[in-house]
């Protein structure tokens, strides 16, 4: 029989959504990186436009990768929290020395496809325990991640 945790839900399936989670969590920590990185280092006519987009951006993963640290705590688990860790679990990988324009933005929606592939997954194991909690959060971020990826996408095809 399975137990029950502090909000409710099975401790057996829980697990599995910590260890979702926890990779989801990998990977945001990876294309932060990238994104800072992107910021720092962007250079040419889209500097200005790019420089101001890629802070926007970073500063909102920095906040959605606190939720996600949050919501694993939550669950009863511990969130990864070594770079070690990140760069082991991540699909993402770090893009170093990234500048020119056209490669920062592929590389962020290369990092998006990804974080979106694990939210659909998280969404579906969160809507089957009934976790509302990690199923808004995932939901939220998909719908303003496939936004970004519309945007992003335009502005390569200008």
């Not at 280092?41 to 802070?55: D, S």
């Not at 997954?121 to 990826?149: C, F, H, P």
């Amino acid at each position: 029989m399975s137990q029950i945790n502090q909000i409710g839900l099975e401790n057996n399936q829980v697990k599995e959504l910590i260890d979702k989670l926890n990779d989801l969590l990998a990977n945001y920590q990876v294309f932060y990186q990238n994104t800072r990185g992107f910021h720092w280092n962007i250079r040419g006519h889209k500097f200005f436009e790019l420089h101001v987009k890629f802070e926007e951006l970073y500063n909102d993963l920095h906040t959605k990768i606190d939720e996600i640290a949050e919501r694993i705590l939550t669950l009863g688990g511990t969130p990864l929290h070594t770079f070690e860790d990140y760069v082991r679990v991540s699909k993402i990988k770090a893009m170093k020395d990234a500048s020119e324009d056209v490669v920062c933005v592929k590389g962020l929606l290369d990092g998006f496809k990804i974080l979106l592939e694990k939210q659909r997954v998280i969404l579906e194991l969160s809507d089957k325990m009934d976790d509302e909690g990690t199923n808004a959060m995932a939901s939220d971020y998909i719908r303003e991640q496939e936004k970004l990826v519309w945007m992003y996408s335009s502005w390569l095809n200008q």
